[in-house]
């Protein structure tokens, strides 16, 4: 089990909004930057958002990422069907030292 | 271009070793902090490890600590983990990963080298 809480699954039609929740402690999420990843059935995963909001080069903005507190969120808008993957987030824990993602969540354009 | 390229993956009994080798190219290696990530069949993204660029500071997940060791060689662009005291639990595709921005975040990943662990 994850110490990051991802929603297993979330849905929404095609061209409509959906956001991802990724809920953390103090010690991870409160206190160091998240990012988002977007991992396709056999692919490696693709980095969408980093540093909590700012996205690389080439991510288009119908992408967005929030952190507020212990949790972080992250928004797509315009759905197409070429989005239904697996997305996770990820954060340093500062107790621990080391690394973490979220259990990650898939999304189904219906 | 930037890319990242693993090898060393295979089949290995429990309580055997096997180390994986990434080399980079297409910019700075040792400009940048680099990772060790893991996805067991069907399951989520575990991270494994992380050294600083140059190489004076490692970190690892309670899951590997003991047993697995990064490294890096920045005269030749590559990464390493020595995987030893294996188990079937560390049965994953690992990933290499180049780490970006100011926190935890990665945007150059291998293309995966597939490690099992089984008798």
């Known amino acids: 089990q994850s110490v990051l809480t991802q929603p297993p699954s979330v849905s929404a039609a095609p061209g409509q909004k959906v956001t991802i929740s990724c809920s953390g402690s103090s010690s991870n999420i409160g206190n160091n930057y998240v990012s988002w990843y977007q991992q396709l059935p056999g692919t490696a995963p693709k980095l969408l958002i980093y540093?909590?909001?700012k996205r690389p080069s080439g991510i288009p903005d119908r992408f967005s990422g929030s952190k507020s507190g212990t949790s972080a969120t992250l928004g797509i808008t315009g759905l197409q069907t070429g989005d239904e993957a697996d997305y996770y987030c990820?954060?340093?824990?500062?107790?621990?030292?080391?690394?973490?993602f979220g259990g990650g969540t898939k999304l189904t354009v219906l | 271009q930037v890319q990242l390229v693993e090898s060393g993956g295979g089949l290995v009994k429990p309580g055997g070793s096997l180390r994986l080798s990434c080399a980079a190219s297409?910019?700075?290696?040792?400009?940048?902090?680099m990772s060790w990530i893991r996805q067991a069949p069907g399951k989520g993204l575990e991270w494994v490890s992380c050294t600083t660029s140059g190489g004076s500071n490692m970190y690892y997940a309670d899951s590997v600590k003991g047993r697995f060791t990064i490294s890096r060689d920045n005269a030749k662009n590559s990464l390493y983990l020595q995987m030893n005291s294996l188990r079937a639990e560390d049965t994953a595709v690992y990933y290499c990963a180049r780490h970006w921005g100011s926190g935890f975040a990665f945007d150059i990943w291998g293309q995966e080298a597939m490690v099992t662990v089984s008798s």
């Open positions: 990820g954060t340093w824990d500062s107790s621990l030292s080391g690394g973490m």
């Open positions: 540093d909590n909001n």
């Open positions: 297409g910019f700075i290696f040792s400009d940048y902090y």
